[in-house]
């Protein structure tokens, strides 16, 4: 009964990103019910998915069929159809889903999206694109970015930081970063920043700054 599971969760479209999505769910064990109207993805995908079923998920009543309407949440996964996409997403907002994710492949098709009422638009391509032109020109080894350009990174201690103490304040003063966590060579977890960072070359740090401070930060050498 999916009705009592609070987080089963359906994936409409097993392309490459709806499969590594819906795969990536059961594996944190959500119950996910995967959709395709293709024959051949959903016969390759129900040997390795819990729940795989034939739909064109435009079809609203097909949808309701398969008990869509018991669950909290969909991911509208299709990307290359975006006529496909928005009358999936038209369905589902008559459906009365409360919460419908929905991807974009493109700016256009993000502001249609979010039109025609999906709660959150998703943008994988652009997204990864933008993390990863962080990580490319700096010393950043992991970045997340939310609102308003705030970011918060995981970044290899400069070296012209290292070997020398240095005050959270002082890189809070001087580059506008805060230090959150820390990571010394040769430990396998992250502490509170303390008071004093006791930095030495391989340390790595999570800071927290807008990411104009942390791209400053992190490109210092
Ligand atoms: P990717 O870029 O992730 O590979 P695609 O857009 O190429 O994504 O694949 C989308 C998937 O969505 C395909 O497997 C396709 O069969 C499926 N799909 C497209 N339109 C519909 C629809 N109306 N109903 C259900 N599945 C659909």
């Given at each position: 009964d999916r009705k009592s599971d609070p987080g089963g969760i359906a994936v409409i479209g097993l392309g490459r990103f709806g499969s590594h999505l819906a795969e990536s769910l059961s594996a944190l064990g959500r119950e996910v019910l995967a959709i395709d109207r293709d024959a051949q993805q959903v016969q390759k995908w129900s040997s390795m998915l819990d729940q795989v079923a034939q739909a064109d998920a435009t079809d609203e009543g097909a949808l309701r069929q398969l008990g869509?309407?018991?669950?909290?949440r969909v991911v509208v996964a299709i990307g290359a159809s975006v006529e496909a996409s928005v009358l999936t997403v038209l369905a589902l907002v008559e459906l009365g889903i409360p919460q419908i994710w929905a991807r974009a492949t493109s700016g256009q098709h993000a502001k249609i999206l979010s039109s025609v009422g999906a709660h959150r638009v998703i943008f994988p391509e652009a997204e990864t694109g933008e993390r990863l032109a962080h990580l490319i020109i700096s010393r950043t080894l992991d970045f997340v970015e939310f609102d308003e350009a705030f970011a918060v990174a995981r970044v290899r201690v400069p070296r012209s930081l290292a070997g020398r103490p240095t005050s959270e304040i002082q890189l809070l003063d001087r580059y506008g970063v805060r230090v959150i966590g820390v990571k010394r060579p040769g430990e396998n977890r992250y502490r509170y920043a303390s008071h004093v960072l006791d930095l030495t070359e391989d340390t790595i740090l999570i800071v927290e700054g807008t990411i104009e401070q942390i791209q400053r930060f992190a490109a210092l050498s």
């Open positions: 869509l309407t018991d669950l909290p």
